[in-house]
């Protein structure tokens, strides 16, 4: 399967300025106010195409960069609660990760270009489990992904998980839109955090696979994502499949290593005499799975500067993906509730679990009384203790305390069951679950990284046919 070919094939170098304009970013785009990241850019602008505000507590935004003689690259920036910047940058003039933290202090850091071997896609016959067939529906195929990071990987590159995944995922996402492909769309379904050393190779591919598949049924994810640092490649996937490890030294090989996912192959005729393959439009403008050097899957539905990037024949990987989604989003059945994924490298994260007009007395709840309070109160401020068993690198589970909140509009926090509504004519409003961790409350806790979920309900005391699950990812170090 695998053939150790030492070739310098360095598919993310692309020094060749292109003088071309894509029609959509120009269209889709809008002017933001100038941030420490102007600097880093030179005379390329960053044109938004999307702007998520709250993603599970975080600000995503992605986009084109445009120079003088046109689209030079891209940037995906991501905002942490606690006003922290990532930004990630791909263009011809930089590539890397330009870190802004809460105090305004930037660092750049540039990528390290790895190698894409010219075999790093390893192929899989279809996967069972998977439910089969194209999507030809309007309707937006979620693709849920659980993230592992190994600690060497977090220690490599200082980077917050979460901002990282998140951003992650926006390239793939940019990629899609940029394509056209309108119904499909990756979400961050968890984050895990492994002390084990799990390379950038074939066997570290297999490790993420095992182990991230394990939790299935906890996370209710699609696709298994690992961050590693070492190893002998950029990323390594099975094609088709739903698995990748991927260098956290860059910011391209996993929009790469997902196409390899979904089935596609690299240049044609890399996986046969088929549409399958990314696409090389000259003029340093090649697409994620052939070249990678902009976040665009081939497709000869899109011209960029007069060109079109694919080919009906060769290269259409936008047709694949369509064909695709109801695979990829399919390992798991969707789960219709809110998510809430905490890291503790943060203090706490939020998610609006509950926007309901009118003045709805909404609280969330426990489902086991070991857990924490079953049952709403009308109570008042302060916060809630929750004890949760979550499993350490030695696979003990262990009980952790965490700190629940709940916050309606811009009210005074509560006790997470609480009822209370502040304003006598506030008209309804977001109702917050908030997450938190405190050492203090986890004296008695071995050190190390502990993983897991926990299951929430919101509830409505007048009205008791709502409720929303919450599902919370939680990766907490002592
Ligand atoms: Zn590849």
Not at 147 to 172: H, I, M, N, S, Y
Not at 257 to 272: L, T
Not at 290 to 296: E, K, L
Not at 384 to 401: C, P
Request: neutral net charge; hydrophobic residues 35%.
């Amino acid at each position: 399967m695998k053939y150790k070919l030492v070739l310098p094939l360095i598919l993310l170098v692309a020094t060749i300025t292109s003088g071309c304009n894509s029609k959509q970013a120009t269209t889709a785009a809008s002017p933001t106010t100038p941030t420490a990241y102007d600097t880093v850019l030179g005379d390329s602008r960053f044109e938004r195409i999307r702007l998520d505000p709250d993603l599970n507590g975080y600000r995503v935004e992605s986009g084109n960069l445009v120079g003088p003689s046109g689209v030079t690259g891209a940037m995906v920036v991501v905002k942490g609660p606690d006003n922290a910047l990532t930004a990630f940058i791909d263009s011809d003039a930089k590539r890397g990760m330009l870190q802004t933290d809460a105090a305004g202090k930037s660092t750049f850091v540039p990528d390290i270009d790895l190698p894409f071997l010219p075999d790093d896609a390893i192929a899989q016959r279809q996967q069972s489990g998977a439910s089969g067939g194209g999507s030809t529906s309007q309707a937006v195929n979620y693709i849920d992904a659980l993230v592992g990071f190994t600690t060497k990987a977090l220690a490599a590159r200082e980077v917050d998980p979460k901002a990282f995944a998140l951003g992650q995922l926006e390239w793939v996402n940019l990629s899609l839109r940029n394509s056209l492909v309108t119904n499909i769309e990756l979400r961050l379904a968890g984050i895990r955090i492994s002390e084990d050393d799990i390379p950038v190779t074939t066997a570290g591919l297999a490790t993420w696979q095992r182990e991230l598949n394990a939790q299935r049924s906890h996370y209710l994810h699609d696709i298994n994502v690992g961050f590693s640092v070492g190893g002998d490649a950029a990323g390594w996937a099975y094609r088709p499949g739903n698995s990748s490890v991927n260098s956290i030294q860059g910011t391209s090989p996993f929009k790469h290593e997902m196409g390899h996912n979904v089935g596609g192959g690299h240049c044609y005729p890399n996986a046969g005499d088929n549409y399958k393959h990314g696409y090389n439009a000259g003029g340093g403008f090649t697409t994620n799975l052939c070249g990678n050097s902009r976040p665009y899957y081939s497709t000869p539905e899109v011209r960029v500067d007069g060109k079109v990037i694919g080919d009906a024949r060769t290269a259409d990987m936008a047709r694949l993906w369509r064909e695709q989604a109801g695979r990829l989003s399919g390992y798991s059945p969707e789960f219709d509730g809110v998510r809430l994924i905490y890291v503790s490298n943060q203090p706490e994260t939020s998610a609006v679990v509950a926007s309901v007009s009118g003045r709805p007395r909404i609280g969330v709840v426990a489902l086991s009384s070991e857990v924490g309070p079953t049952s709403l109160t009308y109570g008042g401020p302060g916060m809630t203790t929750l004890t949760v068993k979550l499993m350490g690198e030695d696979e003990v589970a262990r009980s952790v305390n965490l700190r629940a909140m709940r916050q309606m509009s811009n009210c005074p926090r509560t006790t997470m069951n609480s009822t209370v509504v502040c304003h006598p004519d506030a008209d309804g409003g977001p109702v917050k679950l908030i997450i938190g961790y405190s050492v203090l409350d986890n004296s008695e806790l071995p050190r190390g990284w502990y993983n897991g979920t926990l299951t929430l309900e919101a509830r409505n005391d007048t009205d008791p046919n709502w409720t929303a699950p919450i599902l919370v990812s939680l990766a907490v170090l002592r």
